[in-house]
């Protein structure tokens, strides 16, 4: 290992994937050429691409009127896309607002139609997880962002609705176990737990498409994707490649069941030592904690920086906080080893009884 890679995204990867990807930078398949060098619409790159989809469609359970899609722009332009798909100029649609992630969809959504944020934990710095909320039933759809990268607030439970459900899952796709059918769209942006930048993974029900009116220019229309098999123009082919990577890794480790158990107990240990060491303090609702984005801080911010330095000692990399939350974030993305956050832990009590 390199080093306790905590970075909040672009994130760590497997070292398996990163060893066959780099052998794959200078001979792909034995082809005489990098993967950088071939064309996306030879047999060998469509291999890599209809594993890639397969992979998300066996991992997820998806239902057979799923459609796969990888796509450039990153879960922000999806924050677009999806209402200039989705919604008509007069119709509704249903946000909760959960922070910076779910502001700027809702902001996105307001150029397309009406916007409802029927649900809100803005008064509290996002904090928790709305529970109460009512979504009208004439509704186009509800809108949700499963994990709050920068507050680490995690829906435990999907919210039961009469409308299509629509998450944003770009920080916990694929991380736990989840009736991943109860949605009509899901997107994430693929550099946390699903690869490395460049790509982002849309999977959506046909039969929701072609129901608005307004023309939708070529590339933005998800059916013209669906109909070239997301191979619309040239797709990011390296991104791809390693998110096919990252998802053979994952069906390895027993696929979402299976990463969920080591997951949780990631976030156990860690959620612990916040709880019981005196020098640190959980900043969210604990039925609500993430267990991909943890955030805590200290009630002596002065120690923050001597902490921080003796962290780097044991090369452990990026704990700082996300600027609107302060104090510390570890993220425990699917590959982030459970070695990492046991020196974590251990760096947190020789921290407390140094200082007691
Ligand atoms: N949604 C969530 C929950 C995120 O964490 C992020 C990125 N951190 C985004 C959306 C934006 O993703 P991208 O940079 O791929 O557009």
Redesign the pocket.
Same mark, same amino acid.
């Given at each position: 290992m390199k080093v306790h890679n905590f970075n909040?995204?672009p994130s760590v990867l497997p070292n398996e994937v990163l060893y066959k990807a780099s052998k794959a930078l200078i001979d792909f398949e034995g082809s005489g050429m990098s993967i950088l060098e071939i064309g996306h619409r030879t047999p060998l790159f469509q291999a890599v691409m209809d594993e890639a989809r397969n992979l998300v469609r066996e991992l997820m359970q998806l239902e057979d009127d799923f459609e796969v899609l990888f796509l450039h722009g990153?879960? !922000?332009q999806q924050f677009l896309q999806i209402p200039m798909n989705l919604l008509e100029n007069d119709g509704t649609a249903s946000y909760i607002d959960t922070g910076v992630?779910s502001n700027k969809a809702i902001k996105e959504a307001k150029q397309f139609g009406f916007v409802d944020v029927a649900g809100s934990s803005k008064e509290s710095n996002y904090t928790y997880i709305p529970k109460q909320f009512n979504v009208s039933p004439k509704s186009t759809y509800l809108h949700i !962002?499963t994990?709050?990268?920068i507050y680490g607030t995690q829906w435990q439970q999907i919210p039961q609705v009469d409308v299509p459900l629509i998450a944003?899952m770009?920080?916990d796709i694929l991380s736990r176990q989840m009736d991943f059918n109860k949605f009509s769209l899901i997107y994430a942006?693929v550099?946390k737990n699903m690869g490395a930048a460049g790509v982002?993974m849309v999977a959506v029900r046909k039969n929701l498409l072609g129901k608005v009116t307004r023309k939708i220019p070529t590339i933005l229309d998800y059916r013209n994707h669906i109909e070239n098999g997301s191979m619309l123009n040239t797709p990011p082919v390296f991104s791809v490649y390693i998110s096919m990577l990252t998802l053979r890794w994952l069906k390895a480790q027993g696929g979402a069941a299976g990463i969920e158990k080591l997951n949780e107990k990631k976030a156990a240990i860690l959620y612990d030592e916040i709880d019981q060491n005196p020098l640190f303090r959980g900043t969210v609702a604990k039925e609500d904690r993430s267990r991909m984005n943890v955030c805590f801080i200290m009630d002596k911010p002065e120690l923050e920086d001597e902490f921080l330095k003796l962290t780097k000692k044991e090369d452990i990399v990026g704990i700082k906080g996300h600027r609107s939350v302060g104090g510390f974030r570890a993220s425990l993305y699917n590959a982030l080893p459970y070695e990492s956050v046991e020196v974590l832990v251990e760096a947190m009590k020789h921290f407390s009884h140094k200082k007691a």
């Open positions: 909040a995204g990153g879960a !922000t992630w !962002t994990n709050n990268t944003d770009s920080s942006g550099q982002t």
